[in-house]
């Protein structure tokens, strides 16, 4: 089985090396299903793991269940199955209380939460999935904790991710994150399942994705309140995205920590790192709607891999807007490479030529100092 490995021996340093986490928390382990109040001592237990990685000096984000198993005891819709409009009503008060037990589980360690509320749509749109990233990212460098959910209280049946699962693994692409542990009721992918099946074995390690893995969480598709199938194919998405994922147990205190000490889970290990997977994307999926020329030292910057400001810009072509994908091409018309333009085409004609600090006087508002960034951008394409 090349896909899959069958050693328990794991490198335990694959979560302390993370420059960027991002913890999946399911209702489940958040919530007492009977009551619909928040378990305090876990959370807390946990925000001492989280503590302890921005210690180390990671970046966190955390992505969230709970808020419609919190919001409908306040409501006096407990105990029945709720409708589309009423889960939505649930969301919205227990948004509110869930934010909070963060906030305060937290503050013990002085550490500030940011609640952001995402849906499909901001992941599929590129300018409001550009809008995402970059509020993640200032975020990130204030050391705040974003605490992520998805947005149920305007969702519909439609526009809905359905699962937090895929949810994080959203997030994780969208913010170049190394490292996804989804925090789960179960321990990993077994090859059958465990319930069921006594010679089930947990598999620690996958490193392709193959329909024989696809199989392994089909036979144990009922495990977990997610779903094994939901989760593998949050796995694709962090795999195609070059970040590694845990599926790991977290109904225990202090989850991260027995992970990091070697407990039981199962890793899923991509080919390439965030960056490169990020750049093969802009390089083979996107079409390009505009083209802009440079001058001979932008041309050299890009070069040695410097981000393209304007004043390097000397002409704009095509009708684009911010987040789009663009050529960068030579006074002579080489082709340099192709990227994401942090500015509309508009924008770019007013700014060109001039030096980053002048783009608020000239726009009226302060963007990025960047035309393109060079992680938005692939040189040679």
């Not at 960027?20 to 958040?30: D, P, Q």
């Not at 849906?119 to 590129?126: G, P, V």
């Amino acid at each position: 089985m090349d896909s899959v490995t069958g050693t328990q021996a794991l490198d335990k340093s694959l979560l302390t090396a993370a420059k960027r986490l991002v913890v999946k928390i399911g209702s489940a382990l958040l919530v007492d299903d009977e009551t619909g109040t928040v378990h305090h001592t876990w959370l807390d237990a946990l925000c001492d793991d989280i503590a302890d990685a921005q210690g180390r000096g990671q970046e966190v984000v955390i992505v969230t269940s709970g808020a419609i198993a919190v919001g409908r005891g306040p409501l006096g819709m407990k105990g029945r199955k709720l409708r589309l409009e009423e889960k939505q009503a649930a969301a919205a008060t227990g948004q509110m209380r869930l934010a909070h037990a963060y906030q305060q589980s937290l503050a013990r360690h002085n550490i500030t939460v940011a609640q952001v509320l995402i849906t499909l749509d901001d992941t599929e749109d590129r300018r409001r999935y550009l809008n995402a990233r970059n509020t993640l990212d200032t975020l990130l460098k204030l050391r705040a904790v974003p605490v992520i959910n998805e947005n149920d209280s305007v969702a519909t049946a439609e526009i809905r991710f359905g699962d937090n699962d895929r949810l994080a693994a959203r997030v994780s692409q969208m913010i170049s994150a190394d490292t996804l542990v989804l925090l789960s009721d179960i321990d990993g992918l077994y090859t059958a399942n465990p319930r069921t099946t006594p010679t089930a074995e947990l598999v620690p390690e996958v490193r392709e994705i193959t329909p024989e893995v696809e199989a392994m969480a089909g036979a144990a598709s009922d495990l977990g309140s997610g779903g094994m199938v939901t989760k593998l194919m949050a796995a694709k998405i962090c795999m195609g995205a070059g970040c590694r994922m845990a599926i790991a147990p977290g109904k225990q205190p202090r989850p991260l920590s027995r992970l990091i000490d070697g407990g039981r889970c199962t890793w899923f290990l991509p080919a390439a790192e965030p960056r490169a997977a990020r750049k093969r994307w802009v390089a083979g999926s996107l079409q390009t709607l505009g083209t802009l020329v440079v001058d001979d030292g932008a041309a050299a910057a890009l070069n040695s891999g410097k981000s393209l400001l304007p004043a390097g810009v000397i002409d704009v072509s095509g009708e684009f807007e911010r987040g789009d994908a663009v050529e960068v091409r030579t006074k002579e018309g080489r082709i340099l490479g192709k990227g994401l333009s942090a500015y509309a085409a508009g924008d770019i004609s007013a700014i060109k030529g001039q030096k980053s600090e002048k783009i608020e006087e000239i726009l009226g508002f302060r963007g990025r100092s960047e035309v393109i960034h060079r992680d938005d951008l692939v040189m040679g394409s």
